[in-house]
């Protein structure tokens, strides 16, 4: 079982880190392109899929790294009915000084560990997709931001920068939404746990 959980979460996170990664450089040889610089690109080819591949993989952590810093959800205020669940919880774990945030990590483990239909793991993969996602469009923005400084304003210029503040508000309302989702799902499935004793 332990092998099971540790594949689905490393599932999950990989490819996180991999679509994240591969969106930068997209992002990236997208602006390259703005500013005349695709000729000195490197081209993907099969000789170098690997390096790209790396590239990609350690940007998506990068990213993750910089999205943990900007994007801060508010973990220690809980609605009146999640805070009974915690207290329920509090009990089953036997933590009486412990702070609801604290008895929340408790049940998000219990959950990560029973939750065969892998909702609670999946709903956090996308929230850290978009947050990630985000993150991209965020800096994408103020990339365009200096290039029109430094330019002037185009239509294209104009468009780019509507098109990342667009999709960076969209996933950060994702982000948000999956983030919720998967709170909600980790209380719910801790109550069938300690309902069923399972």
């Known amino acids: 079982m332990t092998d099971k959980i540790f594949s689905k979460l490393n ?13 930068a450089i997209l992002v ?13 690109i490197v081209a993907l ?31 220690t205020v809980f609605s009146e009915s999640e805070k009974e669940i915690l207290a329920k919880a509090r009990l089953f774990f036997d933590g009486a000084k412990q ?8 049940c998000y483990m219990l959950s990560s560990a029973k939750d065969i239909t892998g909702q609670v793991q999946s709903f956090n993969a996308y929230y850290s997709l978009y947050r990630g996602w985000f993150t991209i469009f965020l ?18 210029l104009l468009t780019f920068f509507t098109a990342a503040s667009v999709i960076s508000f969209l996933m950060l309302t994702r982000s948000r939404r999956f983030y919720d989702y998967s709170r909600g799902k980790t209380l719910q499935t801790f109550t069938l746990i300690e309902k069923l004793k399972l």
């Open 28 to 40: 990236g040889l997208i602006d390259c392109r703005i500013l005349g610089f695709h000729r000195e």
């Open 11 to 23: 599932i999950y996170d990989q490819i996180g880190y991999l679509l994240v990664g591969g969106l």
């Open 99 to 106: 702070s609801d945030n604290e008895v929340y990590l408790l």
């Open 139 to 156: 800096f994408e923005m103020n990339f365009v931001s200096l290039v029109i400084l430094a330019h002037g304003l185009s239509l294209k």
């Open 45 to 75: 080819t099969a000789d170098n899929f690997v390096i790209w591949f790396l590239v990609a993989y350690f940007l998506g952590h990068l990213i993750h790294a910089v999205a943990n810093t900007l994007v801060k959800e508010n973990k």
